[in-house]
């Protein structure tokens, strides 16, 4: 059974950082690309960050470029979403994913992901 857990959200202020770790279970990890997700209320999911199975490809939302960084460590079955000069709009259940086309780079659509985490709320306050 595969599973993806998250953690590391929090309330935090604007300016502020975060890093959020997700841990996969049940899965050859180094054959998944991964990625971070993110749903505030009232509005649909959308793409946030991927990193191809290596790790060495990234791909990263306009609106988060600059500001977060994705990395993985295969050995610990762990994704990571450093997060820096956050913003309140940041504020999002944040979810990571894992998707089979694992040296695959512009792939940001969420029905593209096979497998998916529950979530962790991160909160910026103004």
């Known amino acids: 059974q595969v599973q993806l857990v998250e953690s590391g959200g929090g309330l935090v202020q604007a300016g502020g950082s975060l890093t959020l770790s997700c841990a996969a279970s049940?899965?050859?990890?180094?054959?998944?690309?991964m990625g971070w997700f993110r749903q505030a209320p009232g509005k649909e999911r959308e793409f946030v960050a991927r990193i191809t199975w290596t790790g060495a490809g990234t791909y990263y939302a306009d609106s988060v470029k600059g500001r977060f960084t994705i990395s993985r460590i295969n050995a610990k079955n762990t994704v990571y979403l450093q997060m820096n000069s956050l913003k309140p709009e940041d504020t999002a259940v944040y979810y990571c994913?894992?998707?089979?086309?694992?040296?695959?780079?512009?792939?940001?659509?969420?029905?593209?992901?096979?497998?998916w985490g529950q979530g962790t709320q991160v909160t910026v306050s103004s």
């Open positions: 994913a894992a998707d089979r086309q694992a040296g695959h780079l512009l792939r940001g659509r969420d029905v593209q992901y096979d497998y």
């Open positions: 049940g899965l050859t990890f180094s054959d998944y690309a």
